[in-house]
């Protein structure tokens, strides 16, 4: 089966600028989740979908960062106006259920904001 | 909230085993997961333990103790390739949270 696809792969941008990221989940994956992952850290939840629905974003910065699965497919992470601290790993990934379905990643935006 | 602690590094020699221990604290414990993660790739599923005892799966194995709050991973017959890091991730009420990481070096 494909995997999670994410792009861009790497993304440059200067402080103020906005940024968009995509993923596109496993076929059939009802959950998806946006992570956030520094350097020599584990990956931290910024928001968790069932479908379309946003189950989970206590974690986003809703004052810059916005997210949307529209049809409950393709997501977009999108961060307005970024900033110096923003620049990490942003990671896609989706499950069949919550339980106990193990979560598939997709390779990451490395964001890099100057 | 969760906490969750591993080691930071561990050094092996190939062909050895190494054990990379994991405790944590939460509620709703709902199972614990271990993933590997190569630098500048994405973490991928190595395996998942709910109830007490041990899990093998080829050269890894995990372990849990729920009344502890404690998980181990045990890397057998170390390769080059198993340099890498190593989450712990705990599912409490539903929500994953991931330890920091514990950095793998496999020498010759």
């Known amino acids: 089966e494909a995997g999670v696809v994410q792009s861009p792969r790497y993304k440059i941008i200067e402080k103020k600028q906005p940024v968009a990221f995509w993923c596109n989940p496993i076929?059939?994956?009802?959950?998806l989740y946006w992570y956030l992952q520094n350097l020599g850290q584990g990956p931290e939840l910024l928001i968790r979908?069932?479908?379309?629905?946003?189950?989970?974003d206590s974690q986003l910065p809703k004052d810059r960062f916005s997210a949307e699965r529209l049809k409950g497919v393709d997501s977009t992470l999108k961060i307005q106006p970024a900033e110096l601290g923003d620049s990490a790993v942003y990671l896609c990934?989706?499950?069949?259920?919550?339980?106990?379905?193990?979560?598939?990643f997709g390779n990451g935006t490395r964001l890099t904001v100057t | 909230g969760q906490n969750i602690d591993q080691p930071t590094e561990m050094t092996a020699t190939e062909g050895a085993i190494v054990q990379i221990n994991c405790t944590y604290q939460t509620s709703g414990f709902n199972g614990l997961f271990w993933y590997q993660q190569h630098a500048g790739e994405a973490p991928t599923f190595l395996s998942y333990?709910?109830?007490?005892g041990l899990e093998e799966k080829g050269r890894f194995s995990s372990f849990l103790s729920r009344s502890k709050g404690y998980s181990y991973l045990l890397l057998k017959e170390l390769q080059m390739k198993d340099s890498a890091s190593y989450l712990c991730?705990?599912?409490?009420?539903?929500?994953?949270?991931f330890g920091a990481g514990t950095t793998v070096t496999v020498r010759a």
């Open positions: 991730a705990v599912n409490g009420d539903y929500k994953l949270s």
């Open positions: 333990n709910v109830l007490d």
């Open positions: 990934a989706s499950s069949s259920y919550i339980n106990n379905s193990p979560l598939h």
């Open positions: 979908y069932e479908n379309e629905e946003a189950v989970d």
């Open positions: 076929s059939g994956h009802n959950t």
